[in-house]
């Protein structure tokens, strides 16, 4: 059941991945983006083959690389979210929030974050785990900013102002990080409350079966 599981989250992403290369309008930069989401998709499969993680993780990994693939194919900075909030509620997000930017690069830094924090947690043990993994996070973080920064050195000016989404914010590597942290952080408070609900349930559960019969 698992593997079937993992296969049609595959094959839903496959899907979406497949979309976004319709018509591409910046292919050159899409392909830059995607080199890590080839990585990422190995690893990903090796992992499976050699250790069964929850569905969960498996999920929270796949909506991440969606995400990414939804910003590669207009390089982050030109995703045109407006046009998608004003068809359907007659105004743009932009507009509504007060932003001069588009902030879809954001919302992918925070979504790594809230996604690979919980994943993360999910191999370690003992009480600095969750400390641990808010730390992997930020470091992972850390670590693709100076990548997206050596990838940029090799770039013409314009070409890598384009590939870092940067929108002319010298800022931009470290609001990325901080909003990367805060997912974590969020991430993995959410699944040790969950954790903890599910083993009171357990142990509420386990109590109530070892009562006696009348």
């Not at 995703?79 to 509620?89: H, K, N």
């Not at 879809?104 to 370690?124: E, M, Q």
């Not at 992972?140 to 590939?163: H, N, Q, R």
């Not at 959410?190 to 009562?211: F, P």
Request: glycine share 8%.
């Amino acid at each position: 059941m698992d593997d079937r599981r993992f296969r049609w989250a595959l094959g839903v992403f496959g899907g979406l991945l497949a979309v976004t290369w319709w018509r591409p309008p910046f292919p050159a930069e899409q392909a830059m983006h995607h080199s890590l989401t080839v990585a990422g998709l190995v690893v990903l499969i090796l992992v499976h083959r050699r250790r069964r993680l929850p569905f969960s993780s498996y999920a929270l990994i796949l909506i991440f690389l969606g995400l990414h693939s939804v910003a590669a194919r207009w390089m982050y900075s030109f995703v045109p979210y407006d046009d998608w909030t004003r068809a359907l509620f007659g105004t743009s997000l932009s507009e509504a929030a007060g932003w001069e930017r588009n902030h879809f690069d954001r919302l992918v830094h925070l979504a790594y974050g809230l996604c690979f924090g919980p994943v993360v947690l999910g191999f370690l043990r003992g009480r600095w785990a969750p400390l641990i993994a808010v730390e992997v996070v930020l470091s992972t973080s850390a670590l693709y900013e100076l990548f997206e920064w050596g990838i940029a050195l090799t770039l013409a000016p314009a070409d890598a102002e384009a590939y870092n989404g940067q929108q002319g914010d010298m800022w931009d590597a470290h609001k990325d990080m901080a909003l990367a942290t805060a997912g974590a952080v969020l991430g993995v408070l959410v699944t040790r409350w969950w954790q903890r609900r599910a083993d009171l349930a357990s142990v509420c559960s386990d109590e109530a079966s070892s009562k006696p019969a009348g």
